[in-house]
């Protein structure tokens, strides 16, 4: 088994400040995001599901502010590489109430941010190395099943197999590519662009040269979609599950460069004090 | 080695095998996965790994789509305007895709109209039952679209 030690504090670095992210945007909106209604008709029979909505429907929102609140010391501690097993199971199924209770609030990012912490739970320890191995590859899936399953609805769609998706997204007022408006022609070329990495995103990233370019265009399409389709959460979400199709070298270097900014932040900041 | 050890590693493998075939099937466009197929799928998804990859998809949204509250002297407030914060503008706009499928003629899911009425009230508006969606198009059906919505009907 190779080592993963540096893409896996990677992933928990960048996971670790995504959610704190999320849980503070969250926290200062306020009891807005904290329903009282589910979803879903909760029948009378036991189920998970019923069990789950019971449990995140019952809490009064004040009590959602202290659980984001908590969560974001569990994140940091996820950030700092100083949580144990129990704490990634806390983490996981609390950070999974809190989305059940704010429905309308949540994204695609933070669905996929969910379903990674379920499989960090086993490969935030090292031991036993069976277990770490075993979530380590089912999260490298998950982002490939993402790819395959968005590719597989948007291949469904005939706007997005004659090339014309792009340019009704830029004719619709709610969305900042009005720009596009004007050139179909480029709007088919990236329609049909966005299909390729998509349904070729499941396969490129397992060749290391397809694998840095699909990881860089992949890079650019979400950048993208924050800035003008209004999903920023979405878009880092993306990028932080990225870290776990790194080689260990790469992973290695991303954390150096980080250390360095840090390095460097600090001593700015504390040059900043001193003068 | 411990007896509990072997066990999770001879269970591991399958189990992740097993997992990810379910979600495959769980997210997997409506119609094409086999019905019983489809219950285990969600049954086991659901609860704890639901997830939906059909952004934009099968079409991307064709209009602009706002909701409005409407008070008792008749004054329209558009939703989406009371807050420019990230999660206000996303619970706003799914708030109004979710209304926009459901056909004119049918009432509101509650769970949905029990949404809007919390969020009329987070935003300082009184109590109120009435909202017009709109729907602003500029393609092929150019126009705008307004549709009653009656939120205390459909109320839990």
Redesign the interface.
């Known amino acids: 088994m190779k080592d993963r030690t540096a893409v896996v504090r990677l992933f928990k670095a960048s996971a670790g400040i995504w959610l704190i992210g999320f849980l503070f945007v969250l926290w200062q909106e306020g009891d807005a995001p904290w329903f009282a209604y589910a979803p879903y008709r909760m029948g009378s029979t036991f189920s998970m599901q019923n069990a789950l909505y019971s449990l995140a429907f019952a809490l009064p929102p004040r009590a959602m502010h202290w659980a984001c609140v908590a969560l974001g010391l569990l994140s940091t501690l996820l950030v700092l590489d100083r949580l144990p097993r129990v704490g990634s199971v806390l983490l996981w199924l609390g950070y999974t109430l809190v989305l059940l209770r704010c429905w309308l609030a949540v994204s695609g990012g933070a669905q996929l941010m969910a379903l990674l912490l379920f499989w960090s739970c086993f490969f935030v320890n090292d031991r036993p190395a069976m277990l770490a191995y075993a979530g380590f590859w089912a999260a490298r899936l998950q982002v490939l099943l993402v790819y395959a399953l968005a590719a597989a609805h948007k291949l469904c769609g005939p706007l997005w197999r004659s090339g014309e998706a792009i340019h009704q997204l830029a004719l619709n007022p709610d969305y900042s590519l009005a720009f596009l408006g004007p050139y179909p022609g480029s709007c088919k070329a990236l329609t049909w662009g966005v299909l390729v990495f998509l349904v070729l995103f499941p396969l490129a990233v397992w060749w290391k040269p397809t694998r840095r370019a699909w990881l860089c265009m992949g890079a650019v399409f979400h950048l993208a979609t924050a800035v003008w389709l209004g999903l920023p959460e979405m878009a880092l979400a993306f990028l932080a599950c990225y870290s776990l199709w790194l080689s260990s070298a790469e992973a290695e270097n991303v954390l150096q460069f980080l250390r360095a900014m840090k390095k460097r932040s600090m001593q700015s900041f504390a040059t900043g004090r001193t003068s | 080695m411990p007896r509990w ?1 072997n066990l ?2 001879k269970t ?2 399958p ?2 095998v097993l ?2 075939a379910l ?2 099937a769980y ?3 409506g119609g094409m996965v086999p019905q019983r197929i489809e219950y285990w799928a969600q049954a086991y998804a ?20 706002h909701i409005f509250m409407v008070d008792s002297s008749g004054e329209a407030v558009d939703l989406a305007g009371v807050r420019n ?7 706003v ?3 109004c895709r979710y209304a926009e499928m459901t056909g004119s003629g049918e009432a509101l ?4 109209s ?2 809007l009425v ?2 009329a009230c ?1 935003a300082g508006m009184p109590a109120q039952c009435d909202a017009r969606l709109v729907r ?4 092929t059906d150019h126009g705008v679209e307004q549709r009653v919505l009656s939120l205390c009907a459909a109320r ?1």
Not at chain 2, 48 to 60: D, G, K, N, R
Not at chain 2, 109 to 112: E, K, R, T, V
């Open positions: 050890t999770i590693q591991l493998l189990f992740v997992h990810t979600l495959l997210g997997w466009p659901r609860p704890l790994f639901h997830q939906q990859w059909s952004l934009f998809a099968p079409e991307p949204p064709a209009c602009g789509c914060t990230l999660v206000w503008q996303r619970m706009s799914s708030a899911p509650q769970a949905l029990g949404a919390e969020l987070h602003t198009c500029q393609g839990p």
